[in-house]
Every structure is written in C-alpha cells, then in structure tokens.
C-alpha cells in the first residue's frame, strides 16, 4: 500500500490570493491525478499530474488558474490561482500504483478550502 | 461517450449482506475500482477488478463482468460504520485517468 500526505488539510484564503496544496507519496507510483470535490457530490477530475512535463487537464480546467507541478513520482502540487469564492471546496490528490491485479490507489487526506 | 451508473441510494440492516451494482460504458477498459467515502472524509479504496469474477476482500467483495460491462461490490455483516458513500470507478482509455460514477449512499440501520 502506498501513503499519501496531503497538505494543508484545510485553509481560508482571501480573494485574489494564491494557495499551493501539495502531495507527497511514500513510494514510487505511476500516475498522480487532482481533483475537486464539492461537499455531497461526486469527485471532479482537474488534471493528470506528468512527471517532468505539463499535466494533461479536463475540459473546463486550465493551466494558467490550475498550474500543477510533478518534479518527481512522489511528489505533486496543485496551486489554486487567484482564488475567488467559486473556488471553495475540496482538493484531493490521489496516486495509482499499476501492479497487474495488484494494482491500487489512493488518495491524501484532502484540503478544504475556503475563499472569502 | 463514458459513463457510470450506480444507484443513488440504498439501505440495509445491521448484520445483513448489501449488494452494490455498477454499469458501465466506456470507450476503453483497464480496471475498476470500489472506493468508501464517508462524509468529510477522502475516499479509501476498497478493491480493484481486471479479470472477470469475484475478488474476495474480508466483507468486502468485488465482482466484474467485462463482457456485460457489470460490476457489483458485496457487503456481508452490515456494520453500522458501513454507512457511507460508495464509489465506482473505472480505469479506461490510454491515458489511464478514472472514469466516477456518481457513487451510491448507503445507510445502515440498526
């Protein structure tokens, strides 16, 4: 099983500001994803975290409000860009770790964010 | 197109078995998840399908029908911890991302 530490696990941030939420994972994985989940509802998918290159994002998701780091297979950012108060919600991380039937995955704690 | 259907809720006793189906459609298959969510809380996974059949994981249970695109997760011994969200997931295309279902509430009942 893989570990995945997620923080800040929550923050209230002003309008306009920036917030970098980071994953760290405890072992070597193949792929790290970012999403976003508004309480009671279903997780939306933001991007999938490259290693070394730009992350692949959703439709209605762009680099320059989202931009996502991934230096290296266990570490990932997600900065939240100039927030506003549409942008308050639940950030996860989460890794998936191919391993035939083995395969797992995973998410960090989250990151509940409010914007005022 | 993609797509994951579940049912929105479901409730069950204390000490019963529940049986969660999940459908799908997806223009690729690479697996399929089962993930619990409590309110609150980050999903935990639960198991992971790429054969057909059943996957046995204490009292959890996952099976997978790729030919019917069919998936169902077995609760046994109801417990009331077990009240969550259950989530459905499948792993499709090239590049590996997940499709959701919308996930089905479950409530136990003593």
């Known amino acids: 099983s893989a570990v995945i530490s997620q923080k800040p696990s929550r923050d209230i941030c002003q309008r306009g500001t920036s917030l970098t939420i980071q994953c760290q994972v405890d072992?070597?994985?193949?792929?790290m994803f970012w999403y976003r989940q508004q309480p009671g509802q279903s997780l939306t998918l933001i991007a999938t975290a490259n290693q070394g290159s730009e992350a692949t994002y959703e439709s209605g998701f762009v680099i320059d409000k989202f931009p996502i780091s991934r230096p290296n297979l266990t570490f990932s950012t997600l900065t939240v860009s100039n927030m506003s108060p549409e942008d308050s919600s639940i950030y996860l991380c989460?890794?998936?770790?191919?391993?035939?039937?083995?395969?797992?995955?995973?998410f960090g704690q989250g990151t509940r964010l409010t914007v005022v | 197109g993609q797509n994951i259907d579940q049912p929105t809720e479901m409730t069950a006793t204390e000490g019963a078995i529940v049986q969660i189906n999940c459908t799908y459609q997806?223009?690729?298959?690479?697996?399929l998840f089962w993930y619990q969510q409590h309110a609150g809380e980050a999903p935990t996974f639960l198991s992971y399908?790429?054969l057909d059949g059943l996957e046995e994981k204490g009292r959890f249970s996952s099976f997978l029908s790729r030919s019917k695109g069919y998936s169902y997760l077995l609760l046994k011994e109801l417990q009331m911890k077990d009240s969550a969200s259950y989530l459905c997931a499948v792993n499709a295309g090239n590049n590996r991302k997940l499709i959701w279902g919308l996930g089905t509430s479950l409530g136990v009942n003593p």
């Open positions: 399908n790429v």
């Open positions: 997806t223009s690729g298959f690479n697996g």
């Open positions: 989460s890794a998936l770790k191919r391993g035939g039937r083995n395969t797992e995955a995973f």
């Open positions: 072992s070597q994985v193949t792929m």
